[in-house]
């Protein structure tokens, strides 16, 4: 599971994306300030830094100067009127950066991104018979393309992102709709479950790879 230290002073930020991080698989510490940064960067126990360049308490250019000793992946948020810190931070070594506001999904891909392009992060997702190429978009069981509509691509690259995890009918009602923008209501919920494992499963009567926990929802092992 990747580490991600989260370096920013707004509580109300922290909160909603420290939840939405850890709901997408990863392990999440949050701290408000430059010098908390430094202490939990010492203990050797951060995959990848998120930090705000503008912090109550130190500089995000000098917590992004203290992970880059240390080769992690950092992505910089930023307001916009910040440019010149950004660029000060690209070329110390930054991988990436983005502008507040943003969308959380948006930044859970450019953190994947980041962590693939140094190695953290496999591209190929293997569940069963199912290898899930999500870099090239495209899925395959036992060796022969799967033709996969958008959203039941989406639901597979969701329970692969969580795998382990119980995701209950709600969350996956919630995620699919804002990757659809079209309403999605349960009972189509449970068609295009029923769908996807047609498609996946050796025996969609008796799942292996999504399995349902009787009225919670789903999980992938």
């Known amino acids: 599971m990747t580490r991600i230290l989260l370096v920013e002073d707004s509580g109300a930020i922290v909160l909603s994306l420290t ?12 701290v408000p300030g430059q010098a908390a940064a430094e202490a939990a960067l010492a203990r050797n126990e951060t995959d990848l830094l998120l930090v705000d360049l503008r912090l109550a308490d130190g500089r995000g250019q000098d917590v992004c100067a203290a992970a880059r000793e240390q080769d992690l992946p ?10 010149a810190s950004v660029v000060s931070c690209l070329d110390m070594g930054a991988d990436d950066y983005i502008t507040k506001p943003f969308r959380p999904r948006e930044l859970v891909s450019r ?3 980041v962590l693939r392009r140094r190695g953290g992060a496999p591209a190929a997702v ?3 018979g199912v290898l899930l190429d999500t870099e090239r978009g495209v899925a395959s069981r036992n060796g022969a393309p799967l033709s996969l509509s958008p959203l039941e691509y ?6 692969a992102a ?3 995890k119980l995701l ?12 659809a923008g079209d309403f999605v209501n349960d009972n189509t919920l449970t068609v295009y479950i029923k769908r996807l494992r047609d498609k996946i499963e050796d025996d969609p009567s008796d799942p292996k790879i999504i ?3 009787r009225g919670l929802g789903y999980r992938v092992d």
Do not use: C, H, P, Y
């Not at 950092?74 to 440019?83: C, G, K, N, Q």
């Open 19 to 30: 939840d939405f991080l850890r709901g997408e698989g990863f392990s999440v510490t949050a």
């Open 74 to 83: 950092v992505i910089i948020l930023t307001a916009a009127d910040d440019e």
């Open 111 to 113: 953190i994947r991104s």
């Open 126 to 128: 293997r569940l069963g």
């Open 154 to 159: 989406q639901l597979l690259t969701m329970f």
């Open 162 to 164: 969580n795998r382990g």
């Open 168 to 179: 209950t009918r709600a969350r996956i009602l919630e995620e699919i709709w804002d990757l």
């Open 211 to 213: 399995k349902t926990v």
